[in-house]
């Protein structure tokens, strides 16, 4: 007789999930998971303090009424650590409180502990005290942590990693960020806008080389705007820590001095602990473990969601992986995740798409057509003050099936499911272009890009038709 039908090892994204979804199907489920950190990283360092930090910044700074009040406009002038973590750790409370009801609604017990295999059904729990557990089923979803190079001396205070900047005792007057990825660019932006003189060190000759190009050249403006200098194609040879900050040396022989660099080095799986081997399975050298379609390991009864599998390591597949792998443990049928997920990047200003790039379709030879909306056009872009945003549509001229979204400005990671939604239920350009959409609203953008792209290919197709 098990302890537990169902046993989830770790409690962000994926894991809450995993646990919920046995739990309705009449499971006894339990979660693992270290004191002090209910909701994984995703609530507690990742996700939601910095998305939450960002939104602080963008209101304490005024940063989006500039165009409206003025250059200078600012809602609090002297903007200290205190000012963003008192959101952030309020945003925090009301999380934990919401997971540990739902947890609680649903018969989930908690075991507060690190755990680690000693066999592939039994499971140690170190906390306060030693226990066993043991489970017909075990959910692996111990998420990541940052990445530290080993090369690099590390102090939490000047040289640090995405996880010690939520605690950094006083805004920094300036700030290098190693890695222009999706982390490392969210955090530039951040601090930019608060008035940090910003450089960007990226090995690569581009940043967030996955999105839109177009896109990605209207973010970097915007940055460069807020003063953050760009280095692309350049390598950090050393970091040196000085009395007054650090000095960052370029394998170029370039030097920068700032009172504090970031390393955003990309995540590593937060499995060393667990002692997989007891169970028969091993990760690769980024703490990744191999999963099949149903997100069962090598061992078919021991399962692993969300970031600790990789790719693409977003809260959002992490909890439809979390719930597709109870449901498939639990001999539920179980349909495969929608192909379409879309992106969301929360810079200042934020990106989101969904579907295939002008890249991806131009070098599958696959012909379209680009329908684009710009705020500045739309009464709600004039009454909010977003000049620069934007909206692409990429078309088939051939059926007129939509085939990618790209949104650059306020809203984008909420605009972009409009196009997601008529995009996954097989719908075209011509819906967007007959439906009513609320006026004045930012959704309104869909129509303008839709009737942009509708309108050139009628012009193609008159012109082709010609004698």
Not at 234 to 257: C, D, F
């Amino acid at each position: 007789m098990w302890d537990f039908d169902v046993l989830v090892l770790g409690s962000g994204p994926g894991g809450q999930k995993a646990a919920i979804a046995a739990a309705k199907l009449g499971k006894r489920v339990a979660i693992v998971e270290k004191q002090h950190m209910l909701g994984g990283v995703c609530i507690n360092t990742g996700t939601i303090p910095s998305k939450t930090l960002r939104e602080a910044v963008l209101y304490l700074t005024g940063l989006n009424q500039r165009d409206l009040y003025g250059s200078s406009y600012r809602v609090k002038d002297e903007i200290t650590v205190a000012d963003l973590g008192m959101r952030t750790q309020h945003v925090i409370g009301r999380e934990v409180q919401v997971i540990r009801s739902q947890l609680s609604r649903n018969r989930v017990v908690m075991l507060q502990g690190t755990a680690r295999f000693l066999d592939e059904h039994t499971v140690g729990v170190t906390g306060d005290e030693e226990r066993k557990v043991t489970a017909e089923k075990i959910v692996i979803a111990t998420g990541t942590s940052p990445a530290r190079p080993s090369s690099v001396e590390f102090d939490d205070h000047t040289i640090i990693d995405s996880d010690a900047i939520l605690h950094l005792d006083r805004v920094p007057e300036t700030l290098v960020v190693v890695g222009a990825g999706v982390i490392g660019i969210e955090y530039a932006s951040m601090f930019a806008a608060l008035g940090t003189k910003v450089t960007v060190v990226e090995r690569r000759e581009r940043m967030l080389e996955f999105c839109d190009l177009e896109i990605v050249e209207a973010l970097k403006y915007h940055l460069r705007d807020l003063a953050v200098t760009f280095r692309f194609g350049e390598s950090v040879a050393a970091v040196e820590r000085r009395p007054r900050g650090a000095l960052t040396i370029l394998e170029s022989g370039k030097k920068i001095l700032a009172d504090c660099v970031m390393y955003s080095a990309g995540r590593q799986g937060k499995t060393a602990e667990l002692c997989l081997e007891a169970a028969g399975l091993a990760a690769d050298d980024r703490g990744r473990i191999e999963v099949d379609e149903h997100y069962a390991t090598p061992v078919p009864h021991i399962y692993a969601v969300g970031d600790v599998i990789g790719f693409p390591a977003l809260a959002a597949t992490s909890m439809e992986q979390g719930r597709l792998a109870a449901q498939h443990a639990c001999g539920e049928p179980v349909a495969d995740m929608h192909e379409l997920q879309p992106i969301g990047i929360y810079t200042i200003p934020e990106i989101s798409f969904v579907g295939k790039s002008e890249d991806d379709l131009t070098r599958d030879k696959i012909p379209f057509e680009v329908g684009v909306s710009r705020y500045r056009e739309l009464a709600r872009g004039q009454i909010i003050g977003d000049s620069y945003g934007m909206l692409k549509l990429l078309v088939s001229p051939e059926d007129r099936r939509l085939l990618g979204v790209h949104v650059f400005g306020t809203g984008a990671t909420e605009l972009v499911h409009i196009g997601q939604t008529v995009m996954g239920c097989g719908g075209t350009v011509d819906y967007l272009v007959n439906a009513v959409f609320n006026y004045p609203t930012l959704a309104e953008s869909y129509k303008v890009a839709a009737l942009d792209a509708m309108n050139k290919m009628r012009a193609i197709a008159r012109l082709t038709a010609e004698p």
